[in-house]
């Protein structure tokens, strides 16, 4: 029996998906998904689904509540959130200045999440899925220091990165059929008389 628990990086799973023009796919439980990309004989002992709270703007923000919600109550991955701060910047052309957000603290969290779990002997094989070069140190320190020890990415639309396949033992891509049986209902009961909808401009 192999243990594997995943490490899901939440905006760059979604901006594969918006830059693949798969918005179907963005109702997913990242739970689900993760069992359909497991090999048999693999035991599944949790899925770690790493995001941050957007900010602005409104519509998009309520999208993302109803999201994590439905996560909340229908899905068995531990949500670990990131943050978005403030971020000035300017125009070089005209000078304009404006006020961004960036997201800072999600690709730190996966990777101390990872090193801890591989030291504490979670897993045998750790799933990531995400295409960022931040991990790729994480991920060369628990080869070193417990090879014995498997790391499998798996790669959303648009976000193959060949340095980040070349650090693990196994690489993948995701495709529609891994997405499609992961799709949550459009509705889910909350109890108590509340129900979460699917977003109309996610269907």
């Not at 192999?2 to 439980?29: E, M, P, S, T």
């Not at 739970?31 to 990309?37: D, W």
């Not at 990415?153 to 891994?178: L, M, Q, T, Y």
């Not at 997405?179 to 699917?198: F, K, T, W, Y």
Request: hydrophobic share 40%.
């Amino acid at each position: 029996m192999c243990r594997v628990i995943a490490y899901i990086d939440g905006f760059n799973l979604y901006h594969g998906l918006k830059q693949h023009a798969w918005r179907q796919f963005y109702w997913i439980d990242p739970y689900r998904l993760i069992q359909n990309l497991l090999a048999e004989g693999h035991t599944l002992e949790g899925v770690k689904y790493f995001t941050a709270r957007v900010r602005a703007p409104a519509d998009k923000r309520q999208r993302q509540d109803a999201f994590l919600e439905a996560l909340r109550v229908r899905s068995d991955a531990e949500i670990i959130y990131g943050k978005f701060y403030k971020k000035p910047k300017t125009c070089h052309n005209c000078g304009r200045s404006w006020q961004s957000f960036e997201e800072k603290m999600t690709d730190s969290a996966i990777a101390a999440n990872l090193v801890a779990d591989a030291f504490r002997d979670c897993f045998d094989t750790a799933v990531l899925v995400g295409g960022d070069t931040d991990i790729v140190p994480a991920i060369k320190m628990v080869r070193r220091w417990l090879p014995q020890k498997r790391m499998v990415v798996w790669f959303p639309p648009v976000r193959k990165n060949d340095e980040v396949a070349r650090a693990c033992d196994d690489s993948g891509d995701i495709k529609g059929n891994h997405l499609e049986s992961a799709v949550m209902p459009d509705e889910i009961d909350a109890g108590e008389g509340l129900v979460i909808r699917r977003p109309d401009r996610w269907r």
